[in-house]
């Protein structure tokens, strides 16, 4: 079966004055997660025991709390701690039998599944798939839609992890010259960019020189946020 596409919302992020369309596209799939799970889905048995298993990161059980429904995310996380705890309890009293002078205690049954368990998240996992999928629209459409590759080439650039994403995945979704072409191009963007941030983050910088105290402030008066966006590694833009 032909892979989905979603040329709509690619289309539509780089239509955005954006210093990172990619995050643009991130958070959209951020929203719709967030809203999907703690929507009438927690109630639904194959959600739950997802949610039960896996939880959620830190970040994505700050933007869950400041949701309205409350009791949803109680009752989510109520059943989340119940079997957490279970699954602890039974894999702690698997590891604390008798130990010798020449056994130690294997605990690696509960640290694996302590590590497991901090390191996944039901959003974070929903919103993976379909950006992996966004990512590759954006290659099919560069490589495939002369409007959207002039687009690309218009952009304001990308944030160093998404400009890392879209050169990574580049190479399972082009191959020979156009694959050489997209990264020199793709490079090409993202540093001409970041030297224009980096020129207004200067300027910005200046200005709190009283040499400079009367000059224009020029494009710097955002180039702290801005500058923000380029250079975080974690998803997401600090631009509103």
Same mark, same amino acid.
């Given at each position: 079966?032909k892979? %989905?596409?979603y040329?709509?919302p690619?289309n539509?992020a780089?239509?955005e004055?954006?210093?990172?369309?990619?995050?643009?596209?991130? !958070?959209?799939?951020e929203k719709?997660?967030v809203d999907?799970?703690?929507g009438?889905? +927690?109630m639904?048995?194959?959600?739950?025991m997802?949610?039960d298993?896996?939880?959620?990161?830190?970040?994505?059980?700050?933007?869950?709390l400041k949701?309205?429904n409350?009791l949803g995310?109680s009752?989510?996380?109520?059943?989340?701690?119940?079997?957490?705890s279970k699954?602890?309890?039974e894999l702690?009293?698997?590891?604390?039998?008798?130990s010798s002078?020449?056994?130690?205690?294997?605990i690696?049954?509960?640290t694996?599944y302590l590590?497991?368990?901090?390191?996944?998240?039901?959003?974070?996992n929903?919103?993976?798939?379909?950006f992996?999928r966004y990512? !590759?629209?954006?290659?099919?459409l560069?490589?495939?839609d002369?409007?959207? !590759?002039?687009k690309y080439? !218009?952009s304001k650039?990308?944030?160093? /992890?998404?400009?890392e994403a879209?050169?990574t %995945?580049? %190479?399972?979704?082009l191959s020979? /010259?156009?694959?050489?072409?997209?990264i020199e191009s793709?490079?090409?963007? +993202?540093?001409?960019n970041?030297?224009?941030v980096?020129?207004?983050?200067?300027?910005?910088?200046n200005k709190?020189d +009283?040499?400079?105290?009367?000059e224009?402030?020029k494009?710097s008066?955002?180039?702290?946020?801005?500058?923000?966006?380029k250079t /975080?590694t974690?998803?997401?833009?600090?631009?509103?």
């Amino acid at each position: 079966m032909k892979e %989905q596409l979603y040329t709509i919302p690619v289309n539509d992020a780089f239509a955005e004055d954006s210093e990172c369309p990619i995050c643009m596209m991130y !958070r959209e799939l951020e929203k719709n997660a967030v809203d999907f799970t703690m929507g009438p889905s +927690y109630m639904e048995d194959d959600i739950r025991m997802e949610t039960d298993k896996i939880g959620f990161c830190t970040e994505h059980t700050r933007k869950l709390l400041k949701k309205e429904n409350k009791l949803g995310l109680s009752l989510v996380l109520h059943t989340h701690m119940m079997k957490t705890s279970k699954d602890i309890e039974e894999l702690a009293k698997s590891a604390t039998g008798k130990s010798s002078l020449f056994k130690k205690k294997d605990i690696s049954g509960l640290t694996n599944y302590l590590k497991k368990l901090n390191t996944s998240c039901y959003v974070c996992n929903k919103i993976e798939d379909t950006f992996h999928r966004y990512i !590759r629209t954006v290659h099919y459409l560069w490589a495939n839609d002369e409007n959207f !590759r002039t687009k690309y080439e !218009r952009s304001k650039g990308f944030c160093v /992890a998404h400009y890392e994403a879209l050169i990574t %995945q580049a %190479q399972t979704n082009l191959s020979g /010259a156009k694959l050489d072409e997209y990264i020199e191009s793709t490079t090409r963007i +993202y540093l001409e960019n970041m030297r224009r941030v980096e020129g207004d983050l200067e300027w910005f910088i200046n200005k709190y020189d +009283y040499r400079y105290k009367d000059e224009p402030w020029k494009n710097s008066k955002d180039a702290l946020p801005r500058s923000v966006t380029k250079t /975080a590694t974690m998803e997401g833009n600090v631009e509103e």
